[in-house]
């Protein structure tokens, strides 16, 4: 069974750096897009990040590049995102998707998701 338990999230103050995990099992990362998704209340989720199938090729939010990096570990069957210099306004619930998909992970329609982790950055 295909399931994404995502860690790491917590209250940092601004100007801080969180990294958050996600632990992927019930599929091989082989062929698979991930992604790293927030929800700021109020608002509608967003994409924040993604790594092709390959692990080769990543697309970032516009608000996010240079701050955060995704990376994945094969081994540890893990997916991370490094965020540095945090906003106030990159408070919200990251969730962490995956599908069985090749090809540029920014067109995947992500079919599988993580309970989410609670970031909050205060000013």
């Known amino acids: 069974q295909l399931r994404l338990v995502e860690s790491g999230g917590g209250l940092v103050q601004a100007g801080g750096s969180l990294r958050l995990s996600c632990a992927v099992s019930?599929?091989?990362?082989?062929?698979?897009?991930l992604g790293w998704f927030r929800q700021a209340p109020g608002k509608e989720r967003e994409a924040v990040s993604c790594?092709?199938?390959?692990?080769?090729?990543?697309h970032y939010a516009d608000s996010v590049k240079g701050r955060f990096t995704i990376s994945r570990d094969k081994a540890r069957m893990t997916v991370y995102l490094q965020m540095n210099s945090l906003k106030p306004e990159d408070t919200g619930i990251y969730y962490c998707?995956?599908?069985?998909?090749?090809?540029?992970?920014?067109?995947?329609?992500?079919?599988?998701w993580g309970q989410g982790t609670q970031v909050t950055v205060s000013s």
């Open positions: 019930g599929f091989t990362l082989d062929d698979t897009a």
């Open positions: 790594v092709d199938s390959r692990g080769l090729l990543a």
């Open positions: 998707a995956a599908r069985a998909k090749k090809g540029p992970c920014n067109t995947v329609d992500f079919n599988s």
